[in-house]
Each structure stands twice: as C-alpha cells, then as structure tokens.
C-alpha cells in the first residue's frame, strides 16, 4: 500500500523523535510492503520564526491532502511572552478544528519492563495498567465563548462549557467502539451532580450504551474518578470524558505508568485522517543532544497504522518490537535506572527497527 504522511517536526525535542518514527515506518514499508510519501510542513515556534503565524494555511493544505498526520512537539519559553492566540500551542487547536479531529485516544499502558518506575505502592502497579481515555477535543470549554468584564468585585472573567448532542454522540460513540475490541467495559466520568452540561453529556452516553448492550457502563464524578485512578486503575478499561477533564485525567493516567516520554497518543475525526502525537511536550533542555526518548512516538505510529490503516499486525509488530527492546534492558534516560543500559534517542531508534 501507498501513504502519504505530513510530517510537523514543530519544536524542541519534535524532530528529533520524528526522526526515529520515520526510521521505523520504512521499517515496516520494508517489511510489509508499503511506500510512504514524506512531507515535512512548518508548525509551533519554529512556524512563526519563519513565516510569523504558529499554523500555516500551507501546513493545513498538506495535512488535509495526506493520508495521515505526524507531529512531534511545539512550543517553548521563546514564545512564552505572546499572546494565547499567537503562541505555538494554538496550532494544536487550529489543527483539530480544521482537520475536524474531535476524538483524542490517550492510552496509558504500564509496560512490564517498567513496574518499578510506576509511582504507586507495588501492590497496585503489579495487577497492570491498561487504560484507554477517549477525550472530546473540539468543544466545551477550551471552546466555549469567554471574555472579561468590569463586576461589582472589580474585573472579572468568563469561560463557557457547552456541548450539543451530535458532539457527545459522536464520542460516545467512539468509545464504546473501541470499547467493543477491549474488554468491553467504559467508564463515563461527568460532573452530573453539579455542570448541566454534565447531565446533558451523561444523558447522551446512556443511550448511546443502548446500541452496545454488550459493553458494561458506569458512572464517576470527575474527582472520584481522579482517585480512583491511583486507587484502583486495573479496574479501568475506556475513560470517556468531557475536553477538560479529558485533559486533566489523560495526564494523570499518563504519569502513573512511570513516564509521559512512553505514551503515545490520536486524534481522530470521521474519516481515516487522523494525527498522531506523543504526548510529552518540547522539552528545549535537551533537544538536539541525543537525550530523548522516541517512544511515544514510535508507538503513535503504531496507532496510526491501527486507527487509520486498519492495519493490525503492522501495529502489533511495533508494539512488540518496543516490549522487546525494553525487556532488554534498554533505556533511554527519562527511564534510566540501576542495571539498565543507557542509550540516545538514535539507538533507542535503531533498536527498535532491529527489533522489527
């Protein structure tokens, strides 16, 4: 098969992982028979040093007219100092609103190899770690209307959480599919006993659920479900949440595993285009230097080939070669501990290209 993939290197540490996800796809292509068609396009810090805006109309055309999207990170201190609509990161927002990406799927995966760097009692992290939060990405109240006004206290300031039922519907309904090819369990977590928009989105869950009377549903306030997950995060299988509590919840899950530079992650809309990412941020202190740890990226191109391509084994194939390079004892050094060998993000790559 044939793809073509838009590649958004951003900033920081972006292209340096970037660089070992593309060694791994030809990888594959060589392995399974496929070509890729790279394109690199500006995006974050870097965009706006060289063309003056974080997301340009030319990055937007290339992603709309490729098969899949890559990114690596964006942002940094340089850009700290403009305004919100300015800075890298509202290139991220830009980018699922015009590639209509609504789904953001977080999994957060405690990998056998990494046990001791989970930060919970040891009782907890041995019965595992395999979660699936499925985030709404394109509204409430990152979305929502704001502004500020003069109130009886002095200034004051607004933002909005609003959901209609297509956009609960439509990730209600991505959860419980990808529930369908877990252990069929999803867990809602609303603020129902408080936001109206909460029992809006609540209510639309439920009878979503009706169409999949095979998955098992329940109920968690969001601060009972933040506990719940040091608690007890074997018990999870799909968390749906609001674009907030996603955001909160997803880095919580994340951390628990032993380390952001792990977990990768999608962002999905209606059709197969979708953008890949890891989640961990630019890093600057390091970029360049050979230090970071292209897993998570590694992995979101396993996603990719899950999620967009329909492609199963190539994914596994991934996943398994990342399982062994670490079983090995590999590290890189976010992961480093006593015993292990340390390697650079370009080993690390090549590792697990041999792995393949």
Avoid at 48 to 68: F, H, K
Avoid at 81 to 105: C, H, M, T, V
Avoid at 146 to 162: F, I, L, V, Y
Avoid at 226 to 243: A, C, G, K, Y
């Amino acid at each position: 098969m044939e793809f073509r993939i838009a590649l958004l290197p951003g900033d920081g540490i972006g292209p340096d992982v970037l660089e070992q996800a593309v060694k791994v796809l030809k990888a594959i292509g060589n392995r399974y028979n496929h070509s890729f068609q790279f394109t690199e396009y500006l995006v974050g810090g870097v965009a706006i040093d060289q063309v003056g805006q974080p997301l340009p109309p030319e990055t937007i055309d290339g992603c709309l007219t490729s098969d899949s999207v890559i990114l690596g990170a964006v942002g940094g201190p340089k850009w700290d100092d403009l305004p919100g609509d300015q800075r890298p990161e509202a290139a991220l927002l830009g980018l699922r609103g015009k590639l209509g990406l609504y789904a953001n799927l977080r999994p957060a995966v405690l990998h056998n190899a990494l046990r001791d760097a989970c930060p919970l009692r040891p009782d907890i992290a041995s019965k595992g770690i395999d979660i699936m939060v499925v985030r709404e990405l394109t509204g409430g109240m990152y979305f929502g209307d704001r502004g500020r006004r003069q109130g009886p206290m002095g200034q004051e300031a607004w933002d909005t959480e609003c959901y209609s039922v297509e956009e609960v519907e439509r990730i209600a309904r991505t959860a419980f599919e990808i529930a369908m090819k877990r252990k069929k369990k999803v867990t809602n977590v609303d603020k129902a006993n408080v936001l109206e928009s909460s029992r809006l989105w609540r209510s639309i869950v439920l009878e979503v659920a009706k169409d999949y009377p095979e998955v098992e549903l329940d109920h968690l306030y969001v601060d009972n479900a933040s506990m719940q997950l040091i608690r007890i995060p074997h018990e999870f299988d799909v968390l749906v949440t609001t674009n907030m509590f996603g955001d909160i919840l997803s880095d919580e899950a994340s951390m628990i595993t032993g380390s952001i530079g792990m977990l990768p992650s999608a962002s999905l809309g209606k059709g197969k285009l979708g953008m890949y990412e890891p989640i961990h941020g630019s890093a600057p202190d390091i970029a360049g230097q050979d230090k970071a740890n292209p897993i998570a990226t590694i992995l979101s191109v396993a996603m990719m080939f899950r999620y967009s391509f329909d492609l199963e084994e190539e994914a596994t194939a991934i996943e398994n070669a990342v399982t062994k390079v670490l079983e090995a004892r590999y590290r890189t050094g976010d992961i480093m501990s006593e015993g292990m060998t340390l390697v650079g993000t370009k080993k690390m790559g090549d590792l697990i290209v041999e792995a393949l």
